[in-house]
């Protein structure tokens, strides 16, 4: 296994749902190496002890190009009302819902669009859709461009501690994209530093505590479908 092979970083590309039992039988047996967590792998019902001890995350990183819950940028106001007037009843806060709110946003836009276009027919939306250029959901995600299949997705993560304590996220390194390397003939180029500044709020100082306003006891479950609202 990797404990016997020396593995001392391992990639959790994995729902929240294997998180915790992968977590948790490393520990029992001893096998702590750094977790690197891909969006997926977490969800704010981990800041609930009561769900999983929390020590089991003490090499846990979160590697996401996705917005906090509280996090102090432009679309995280009209988010938190919207999930105070229509999502309070499914639980307390929740990174999925966060996400899906995000993604509910595009459609909301490209139908919006579609309307101001006079055809809001399947045909009509999907053109509207493809219209879509530098959308960022009013600051919550890194600019999105939609005219071209497949559509791009956001390349810049930023890499995140938890802080249990406040429900938060600690940033200790900031937003940076992959770029490629200098010699592209294979020569040995190293690649350069990837590019700073994430969604609208801009740069963070790396290592600077999440200015998150997280709330309550997750209960660990995937959150259902909410009401996005612009």
Excluded: C
């Excluded at 009209?78 to 819902?97: H, P, V």
């Excluded at 600051?139 to 299949?149: D, E, I």
Aim: net charge positive; hydrophobic share 35%.
């Amino acid at each position: 296994g990797l404990k016997d092979a020396g593995a001392d970083t391992v990639l959790l590309t994995v729902m929240p749902t294997a998180t915790g039992g992968i977590l948790g039988t490393a520990a029992q047996l001893g096998y702590t190496p750094s977790w690197i967590g891909n969006t997926p792998s977490w969800t704010d019902g981990f800041f609930n002890p009561e769900v999983i001890p929390s020590a089991v995350f003490g090499n846990y990183a979160w590697v996401t190009g996705m917005p906090f819950w509280g996090e102090e940028i432009g679309g995280m106001d009209a988010f938190t009302a919207a999930w105070t007037e229509y999502g309070t009843d499914m639980g307390e806060q929740d990174s999925y819902l966060l996400m899906s709110y995000t993604q509910g946003l595009v459609q909301i836009e490209a139908a919006n669009q579609a309307i101001s276009n006079g055809d809001i027919s399947r045909a009509g939306y999907l053109t509207a859709l493809q219209g879509l250029k530098g959308f960022t959901a009013g600051g919550l995600l890194q600019s999105v461009t939609y005219t071209k299949v497949p559509y791009p997705v956001s390349v810049k993560t930023r890499v995140l501690k938890p802080d249990f304590e406040n429900k938060t996220w600690t940033i200790v390194a900031d937003w940076a994209a992959p770029m490629k390397p200098k010699n592209q003939a294979g020569k040995g180029g190293k690649a350069k530093v990837g590019a700073k500044g994430g969604p609208s709020a801009g740069p963070n100082k790396a290592a600077k505590k999440g200015k998150g306003k997280g709330k309550g006891k997750g209960k660990g479950k995937k959150a259902g479908k909410g009401k996005a609202t612009q």
